[in-house]
């Protein structure tokens, strides 16, 4: 891709969430300008995030509050997509190991409780379970790997931007599981190719003509383009002038924040 080609209209924007729109409970300053002037512009927009804490539910209602404008048609998170996933394969007995309240994605499996580790199951669900977490924790979630179920992660991210600073994010976790078990786990959300084309599919199938913006070079950007998307990266949340490595993913176009899309887009 060249700038000129990122820089066209788009058929539409796939956004990232944390670090892109907005970082811990503050919209970050133009971003709800900018998603209002895309909105004017006409331009389908679709909002997807690793987060595997909160429902999708959950995250429109955090959205409201901050002053943005999405429906829940509009919001996918990983744990929705390790459902889809999950379902195609007949993977129907899951332990996952991610927020109890983005359990409510996860319709139409027979979740079992992590802590209760009744019986076996199909497969290990990996999220973030942040503070949850627990040695015991992960010691059932690799009984369950040893006794045959697969391990299924919604992220592999390594960190997140919090209003601490940088926390670990799941993808430790998954790589120890991943060392312990022998097993390699299949990823579901971003940077998975099936994650990006469920969200939106241009007309025509030309999917680089949609735009996914997002902090992570390897997950949003990376991913992207992998998909056959375009990327955008935007120098706010968790990127660090260090991630643009020569064996890092090479942006189709950088923006000092997303409230500069607009501006980019010619939309002025």
């Not at 669900?125 to 992960?138: E, R």
Request: proline share 7%; with cysteine.
């Amino acid at each position: 891709m060249t700038e000129n080609t990122a820089t066209r209209r788009p058929a539409a924007i796939l956004i990232d969430l944390d670090g892109t729109l907005y970082v811990g409970k503050d919209p970050i300053p133009g971003t709800r300008q900018a998603v209002a002037r895309l909105r004017e512009a006409g331009i389908p927009l679709r909002v997807l995030t690793n987060t595997t804490r909160k429902s999708r539910r959950d995250l429109g209602r955090r959205l409201e509050g901050m002053g943005f404008d999405f429906s829940l048609d509009e919001i996918f998170t990983a744990p929705s997509a390790a459902a889809r996933w999950l379902e195609r394969r007949e993977l129907k007995r899951i332990m996952p190991l991610l927020g109890r309240d983005a359990w409510e994605d996860l319709e139409g499996l027979d979740v079992v409780p992590p802590e209760e580790g009744a019986g076996p199951v199909d497969a290990v669900l990996m999220g973030d379970l942040a503070h949850d977490l627990s040695f015991d924790l992960l010691n059932r979630a690799f009984f369950a790997l040893d006794a045959g179920a697969e391990l299924v992660a919604c992220q592999k991210n390594r960190y997140w931007l919090s209003p601490r600073g940088l926390l670990l994010d799941a993808g430790p976790m998954v790589v120890a599981l991943e060392y312990a078990s022998g097993k390699t786990a299949t990823v579901v959300g971003k940077p998975s190719t099936e994650f990006f084309h469920q969200v939106f599919e241009p007309p025509g199938g030309d999917h680089s003509t949609v735009l996914m913006v997002g902090d992570d070079l390897a997950a949003d950007v990376g991913g992207a383009q992998a998909a056959g998307l375009t990327g955008v990266l935007v120098k706010t949340g968790k990127f660090r002038e260090k991630d643009i490595a020569p064996d890092a993913p090479t942006p189709d176009l950088t923006l000092d924040s997303f409230a500069d899309l607009p501006a980019a887009l010619g939309l002025v």
